[in-house]
């Protein structure tokens, strides 16, 4: 394990739990992964106690055991698999009623699952999700602070910085999260503030100017969306239901909403691999007629792209349509991560599968998608706005 400087990781665990999470006064928190690992990966460890050494309130921490997760899907055992789940939404239920916030601290697996069949994964996500979505949804819906960060681990390092000599991957990846996390700021705390309040100003005047339509443009893309009459422009500072501002994923670069879910036409080639349920889906190439995807393409992973598309009726429609204005660290990093939070924060993306209802202002918002899954889909596009 590399030895990381125990004063920058206290300023990462600050801005986790400072600015991310906006930890109150004796809220307890709870660390855990609940997407892949089903807790937090064990070379996690020095940030969590970084983050304990953030805070006098009480933490919780879930931790993963990644060969025995593979383990239940190599030898399909579901039920074994499903347990372990159930035992890991309960006990995000139990802090969640004990007015508890949350940190999901996110490594990236793309080759923990590798050489399975994309079937099998398909059916262990659909029960991960039978459980876990539904507390994920109450979370959206504000029940309490949650925040999505990453944290960096030896296999992301390896598929990240792949390039570089092996003693130099994790160190390289370390750099870089530190980097886009604002850490080398002379006050990392007041930098994100600062930023957020310009991406706040940003989204207002999307809000102001009411498009009605988005087009992204880029080699092998040429995609054309409709913005819904009462679409709403976010960032991700939100605020829960008693009040409470926090930020749902660090880093952050993007302004997002909802496009109607009938309007998609064009294509799309995908800018970088997705890292999905611990295996990867690189090359993507879409097409797609009112609103949903009729040729799907890919150089790896085309079983699982298509089981992802067929995971119910909304995973071929696109759900969020996103721009990061400007270059950003993450931009002239010039580098694949391997990592949702960072690749979706480095360029313009759109997300095929659910909308968040927050994007919208409708009393009743017939024109969202709806669906099980939300895959951020990174693009190489210029964007505009009618």
């Known amino acids: ?37 089903q807790g937090v990966h064990p070379e996690a460890a020095p940030l969590v106690e970084a983050i304990r050494a953030t805070t006098p309130n009480e933490v919780t921490v879930i931790e993963s055991d990644p060969r025995r997760l ?25 802090h969640l009623s004990r007015g508890g916030a949350f940190l999901f601290l996110m490594g990236s697996q793309p080759r923990l699952m ?36 990453p944290a960096p681990s030896s296999d992301w390092a390896e598929a990240a910085y792949g390039d570089l000599p092996a003693a130099e991957r994790l160190p390289g990846l370390w750099r870089e999260v530190f980097a886009c996390m604002r850490v080398d700021a ?3 705390v007041t930098a994100w503030r600062t930023h957020l309040a310009t991406l706040a100003r940003r989204r207002d ?20 969306l409709d913005l819904p009459r009462f679409h709403a422009w976010c ?60 040729a799907a393409h890919a150089t790896t992973g085309q079983d699982l792209l298509e089981q992802l598309l067929g995971t119910d009726a909304g995973a071929r429609r ?30 313009s993306h759109i997300a095929l599968g659910e909308a968040y209802r927050f994007c919208s202002r409708a009393l009743l918002p017939r024109t969202l998608n709806t669906s099980v899954i939300h895959i951020d889909l990174p693009l190489d596009a210029t964007v505009e706005l009618i």
């Open 318 to 347: 696109i759900g969020e349509v996103a721009i990061v204005p400007g270059a950003n660290h993450l931009t002239r990093a010039g580098r694949v991560f391997h990592h949702t939070l960072l690749d979706e924060n480095a360029c």
């Open 70 to 94: 593979r383990a239940f899907l190599e030898f399909n055992d579901p039920h074994g698999f499903e347990r372990l789940v159930i035992a890991h939404v309960q006990r995000l239920e139990q």
């Open 114 to 149: 590798s050489g399975l069949p994309a079937e099998r994964l398909n059916k262990f996500a659909r029960i991960k999700w039978r459980h876990l979505g539904p507390l994920i949804q109450r979370l959206i819906r504000g029940a309490s602070q949650w925040t999505l960060a």
């Open 235 to 294: 960032t991700a500072q939100l605020t829960t239901k008693a009040g409470v501002p926090y930020v749902v994923n660090l880093p952050t670069e993007e302004i997002f909403t909802a496009p109607h879910q009938h309007s998609a036409t064009g294509t799309v080639r995908v800018a970088r691999p997705i890292a999905h349920g611990g295996s990867v889906i690189d090359g993507i190439e879409l097409e797609f007629l009112r609103g949903r995807v009729v």
């Open 1 to 37: 394990m590399v030895a990381v400087p125990e004063s920058r990781l206290l300023l990462l665990a600050e801005v986790m739990v400072r600015v991310g999470v906006n930890l109150q006064p004796g809220q307890p928190l709870l660390i855990t992964e609940p997407y892949e690992l």
């Open 205 to 224: 005047a999307f809000k102001a100017a009411r498009h009605q339509r988005i087009i992204y443009t880029g080699p092998g893309t040429d995609l054309r």
């Open 186 to 188: 002379e006050d990392p």
